[in-house]
């Protein structure tokens, strides 16, 4: 049974130029901007640009890892703070803050680790999800 306090597991991933190459023929979204290093360079941007609805799909993944695959996201909100570059890692964190019935409410963080590109710094803040999950087998690990 999940708790208000309980604390989600990380996930933390490098996202690659390959990785946004898949997510914009997924999505449909061929900005330049995306993929492209030349592009980014030629705007002053030392590497192509993560896609900013990749953040909420790694919120999603992140919530079915810890929860299970039959639960549901009802809610996902979040606002944008920094870019993030091809090549950098974020971190993805939650803190359970409302458990009533069978929905959680979840506080999320995501942090692009300190790299060659710049230090650490939030890539979405404030941002929050809730999640109906399965209340028969409960959270799974």
């Known amino acids: 049974m999940t708790r208000v306090g309980e604390r989600m597991p990380q996930l933390i991933r490098e996202v690659t130029l390959t990785?946004?190459?898949?997510y914009a023929g997924a999505t449909w979204d061929w900005h330049r901007l995306h993929?492209?290093?030349?592009?980014?360079?030629e705007r002053s941007?030392?590497?192509?640009?993560?896609?900013?609805?990749l953040f909420g799909a790694l919120f999603?993944?992140?919530?079915?890892d810890w929860l299970g695959p039959v639960c549901f996201v009802e809610e996902l909100a979040f606002?944008?703070?920094n870019l993030m570059f091809a090549g950098e890692r974020i971190r993805i964190e939650g803190t359970v803050t409302g458990?009533?019935?069978?929905?959680v409410s979840?506080?999320?963080s995501a942090v692009i680790e300190a790299s060659e590109l710049g230090d650490e710094r939030p890539a979405v803040a404030p941002a929050s999800a809730?999640?109906?999950?399965?209340?028969?087998d409960g959270p799974r690990a």
């Open 35 to 41: 993929y492209e290093p030349e592009f980014a360079h």
């Open 45 to 53: 941007l030392p590497a192509p640009v993560v896609d900013g609805q």
């Open 99 to 103: 458990v009533e019935g069978a929905r």
């Open 130 to 136: 809730v999640v109906a999950v399965d209340r028969i």
């Open 19 to 22: 990785d946004m190459v898949a």
């Open 106 to 108: 979840v506080e999320l």
């Open 60 to 64: 999603v993944k992140a919530l079915q």
């Open 79 to 81: 606002t944008y703070r």
